[in-house]
Structures are given as structure tokens and as C-alpha cells.
């Protein structure tokens, strides 16, 4: 079992910046591929980033990029989203996500959500002037 919990989330102006963090807890955290998906009222959920076992692999969705930086502390069963010129439309309920750091997930299919096992429970993120 793994437990997530987001942390960060909050009201910021269009342009502006936030860092989300996802705290883990119970099996090594270095052997999970995580992610961070977004779901917006209405819509589905969506990928945003991934980052492999030992960081090695990073993927973003097409938003993303450019914008975002994923990272993780393994030592401190940490990751991370640094959000940045964040617009209205990434309004949402961020999550966080633990799955088995396969070669096949972290290549292939790190955008599909039934890949991964754990989920924390969502941070707000609200972009609006």
C-alpha cells in the first residue's frame, strides 16, 4: 500500500506560479513511476506529467510543456510540479498517482490512468484573476 497526499494547490493570477508536492508513504518510493493528472468540473481527467522510478523518464502532456517541471526526492518520498505562466483554463483538481515503474508504463503508457494503483486525494488549483 502507498499513501499520496497533494499539498500546494490554491487562487493565483493568470501568469502566476505554484509548486505542488506529493507526499508517500509505505513501500519504496523509488520503485513507483508517478504522475500527476488533472480534472476540471465537466471534464475528464487528464494527464499531465509523469517521471520514472529514478527520474530518468519524464513525459508531459502537450499543455505541459514548457510550463511545468516534474521532479521527485526519493529520499524524501517527495515529488513535485512546479506550475508556471499557469492559465484560467488549467483551473482543476490536481492528483497525484503511484504505479509499477514497469518499462512499458514509463514508455509507452504513463499517460493512461489504469496504470497506476494509488492516488491521493486532489489539490485545488484555481487560475483567475
Known amino acids: 500500500q502507498v499513501q499520496l497526499v497533494e499539498s500546494g494547490g490554491g487562487l493565483v493570477q493568470p501568469g502566476g506560479s505554484l509548486r505542488l508536492s506529493c507526499a508517500a508513504s509505505g513501500r519504496p518510493f523509488s520503485t513507483y513511476i508517478m504522475g500527476w493528472f488533472r480534472q476540471a468540473p465537466g471534464k475528464e481527467r487528464e494527464f499531465v506529467a509523469s517521471?520514472?522510478?529514478?527520474?530518468?523518464?519524464?513525459s508531459y502532456a502537450d499543455s505541459a510543456k514548457g510550463r511545468f517541471t516534474i521532479s521527485r526526492d526519493n529520499a524524501e518520498n517527495t515529488m513535485y510540479l512546479q506550475m508556471n505562466s499557469l492559465k484560467p483554463e488549467y483551473t482543476a483538481v490536481y492528483c497525484c498517482?503511484?504505479?509499477?515503474?514497469?518499462?512499458?508504463?514509463?514508455?509507452?503508457?504513463?499517460?493512461?490512468?489504469?496504470?497506476?494503483?494509488?492516488w491521493g486525494q486532489g489539490t485545488q488549483v484555481t487560475v483567475s484573476s
Open positions: 498517482a503511484a504505479g509499477p515503474d514497469t518499462y512499458l508504463t514509463r514508455t509507452y503508457y504513463y499517460f493512461q490512468p489504469g496504470r497506476y494503483d494509488y
Open positions: 517521471i520514472s522510478g529514478n527520474g530518468g523518464r519524464i
